[in-house]
């Protein structure tokens, strides 16, 4: 049960933005088991004044460069995380065509009970089945 969030510098088509989309929720579904149909996402776009990046860490970025904020369950191994890491940029790469030194993945793990996915239940809490 991911919610994913990407950021991008404004100014791709919208076949480009899906793309983004498609992979990421692919790269999901091949590494985490994500269920068909468990696609929430966000993409915002922003204007030049208000993107920045850097080449921190010895990587040269461009404008291209996307940022990936994925919140999870706390239930995911490291193993699970890096394999995601990988898959996402094999995929990105592949479409729309980003280099892997312009993908930028934060992963934020949370406890199950600090969610709720509608109306106004603990879906996942203590004494709740097991889902993700």
Do not use: C
């Not at 994925?70 to 592949?94: D, G, P, W």
């Not at 030194?101 to 097991?130: A, C, H, L, R």
Request: proline content about 6%; hydrophobic content about 40%.
């Amino acid at each position: 049960m991911p919610i994913s969030h990407v950021s991008m510098r404004a100014g791709k088509p919208e076949s480009y933005r899906e793309a983004i989309l498609d992979s990421l929720y692919q790269a999901l579904r091949d590494t985490l088991d994500v269920p068909e149909g468990d696609r929430f996402m966000t993409l915002t776009e922003h204007d030049a004044a208000n993107f920045r990046h850097g080449d921190a860490f010895g990587i040269a970025r461009t404008d291209d460069l996307v940022y990936i904020a994925i919140t999870l369950f706390n239930t995911r191994t490291v193993a699970h995380k890096a394999a995601l890491f990988r898959r996402i940029a094999e995929l990105l790469a592949e479409r729309p065509g980003i280099s892997p030194e312009n993908i930028f993945v934060t992963i934020y793990d949370t406890p199950k009970e600090n969610w709720s996915v509608g109306n106004g239940e603990m879906q996942f809490g203590p004494g709740k089945p097991s889902h993700g």
